[in-house]
């Protein structure tokens, strides 16, 4: 199925199997559970504390990290639901237990948030360099301006440019 409701479950053998790789490969049974281990070992119990603790180790949702625990039957059944019952694991809470670290920037992150990705960019520049395509072209086909776009050619020249003269350096 295309679109799935809430109470629907994944009937089909490839949507299980996806579902289960991803979860195993971005949340392995054995280091996960080793992880939850040595941090229970210092709070006692499962704790929001501990959920973003893990979350952030393995960087994935907090959601992600408590549904996982209670998959791998590390934490009872339920638990993500009573801690959304109970305020849930907010952004407060997660600035609270990780500081200046909850700010921290994910580079593809910011990639994604860019209006033309780097490696677009790149290729974006390649096609003008090799004239295959103009400045309008490019700015159309990407649907940006032509100011931003120039702007972005304009910085890729100069970063070639500091490059070339990099090279230029004797032995």
């Given at each position: 199925?295309?679109?799935?409701?809430d109470?629907e479950?994944?009937?089909?053998?490839?949507?299980?199997?996806?579902?289960?790789?991803?979860?195993?490969?971005?949340?392995?049974?054995?280091?996960?559970?080793?992880?939850?281990?040595q941090?229970?070992?210092?709070?006692?119990?499962?704790?929001?504390?501990l959920i973003?603790?893990?979350?952030?180790?393995?960087?994935?949702?907090?959601?992600?990290?408590?549904?996982r625990?209670?998959?791998?039957?590390?934490?009872k059944?339920?638990?993500?639901?009573?801690?959304?019952?109970?305020?849930?694991i907010?952004?407060?809470?997660?600035r609270?237990?990780?500081?200046?670290?909850?700010?921290?920037?994910?580079?593809?992150?910011?990639?994604?948030d860019?209006?033309?990705?780097?490696r677009?960019s790149?290729?974006?520049?390649?096609?003008?360099?090799?004239?295959?395509m103009?400045e309008g072209?490019?700015?159309?086909?990407?649907k940006?301006?032509?100011?931003e776009?120039?702007g972005?050619?304009?910085?890729?020249?100069?970063e070639?440019?500091?490059?070339?003269e990099?090279?230029?350096?004797?032995?």
């Amino acid at each position: 199925p295309e679109v799935l409701e809430d109470d629907e479950k994944f009937l089909s053998r490839d949507e299980r199997y996806a579902n289960a790789f991803g979860r195993a490969f971005l949340t392995p049974a054995e280091s996960f559970s080793e992880s939850f281990r040595q941090l229970k070992e210092i709070t006692g119990k499962t704790t929001r504390r501990l959920i973003i603790l893990l979350a952030q180790q393995y960087n994935i949702s907090r959601q992600a990290c408590g549904l996982r625990l209670e998959e791998l039957g590390l934490a009872k059944k339920g638990t993500w639901a009573w801690f959304e019952n109970n305020g849930g694991i907010t952004d407060d809470h997660v600035r609270e237990v990780m500081g200046e670290m909850a700010d921290r920037h994910d580079p593809a992150k910011s990639d994604a948030d860019r209006t033309i990705s780097h490696r677009l960019s790149l290729m974006a520049h390649a096609a003008w360099k090799r004239e295959l395509m103009s400045e309008g072209q490019l700015a159309e086909l990407l649907k940006v301006g032509r100011v931003e776009l120039r702007g972005i050619i304009d910085q890729i020249e100069l970063e070639e440019r500091d490059t070339d003269e990099l090279l230029k350096l004797p032995d």
